[in-house]
T-cell receptor, first 112, second 111 residues
Framework: GNSVTQMEGPVTLSEEAFLTINCTYT??????LFWYVQYPGEGLQLLLK?????DKGSNKGFEATYRKETTSFHLEKGSVQVSDSAVYFC???????????FGKGNQVVVIP | DTAVSQTPKYLVTQMGNDKSIKCEQN?????MYWYKQDSKKFLKIMFS???????INETVPNRFSPKSPDKAHLNLHINSLELGDSAVYFC??????????FGQGTRLTVV
């Protein structure tokens, strides 16, 4: 089956700091990989995705590269803003599989 | 136009009651999901339907019963509500190998 591991604990950082959230996964075949973001009081929304090895997904200054050799899809942003405060979820979706399961999520708090 | 809509947004009810949450999507997707999000933001998949057929049924108490009257709707009925059922429930939909779209969530509080 597929599973995903995100780094432990909330992340607190100052505005304009560099953000990294690690994500590693196990999945059969070649999964599509997603990062979702959940702003306070809202549902999840897609942040970015990558569908094959070495693809880079990017959106709103965030980036993540599909690393098949390390089964990772780490999320990065070079300069965070207060408005980036949210919970971030990593999710692999194996090809032809409907089981879209999420990591535990990382609460990111950006302080001015 | 809302893509995935859930009703109600908030639901407060007493222990032992039976309640339903409704979900509708207007995206033409063929797969729909129910997720439960606890207070620590952990998102647990509960059920998934594909073209009205149940395809994922995780370890969920049988007090929870999903129903999909058609491809665009997936409802969740909960019998004999317990305190531990308090959570935010999310509906989502997607097509094959594409990303999922989520509703705004239903915050269920059992008192």
């Amino acid at each position: 089956g597929n599973s995903v591991t995100q780094m432990e604990g909330p992340v607190t950082l100052s505005e304009e700091a560099f953000l990294t959230i690690n994500c590693t996964y196990t999945a059969t075949g070649y999964p599509s990989l997603f990062w979702y973001v959940q702003y306070p009081g809202e549902g999840l929304q897609l942040l970015l995705k990558a569908t094959k090895a070495d693809d880079k997904g990017s959106n709103k200054g965030f980036e993540a590269t599909y690393r098949k050799e390390t089964t990772s899809f780490h999320l990065e942003k070079g300069s965070v803003q207060v408005s980036d405060s949210a919970v971030y979820f990593c999710a692999p979706l194996p090809y032809g599989n409907n089981r879209l399961a999420f990591g535990k999520g990382n609460q990111v708090v950006v302080i001015p | 136009d809302t893509a995935v809509s859930q009703t109600p947004k908030y639901l407060v009810t007493q222990m032992g009651n039976d309640k339903s949450i409704k979900c509708e999507q207007n995206l033409g997707h063929d797969t729909m999901y129910w997720y439960k999000q606890d207070s620590k933001k952990f998102l647990k998949i509960m059920f998934s339907y594909n073209n009205k057929e149940l395809i994922i049924n995780e370890t969920v108490p049988n007090r929870f019963s999903p129903k999909s009257p058609d491809k665009a709707h997936l409802n969740l009925h909960i019998n004999s509500l317990e305190l531990g059922d308090s959570a935010v429930y999310f509906c989502a939909s997607r097509n094959r190998n594409t990303e999922a779209f989520f509703g705004q969530g239903t915050r269920l509080t059992v008192v």
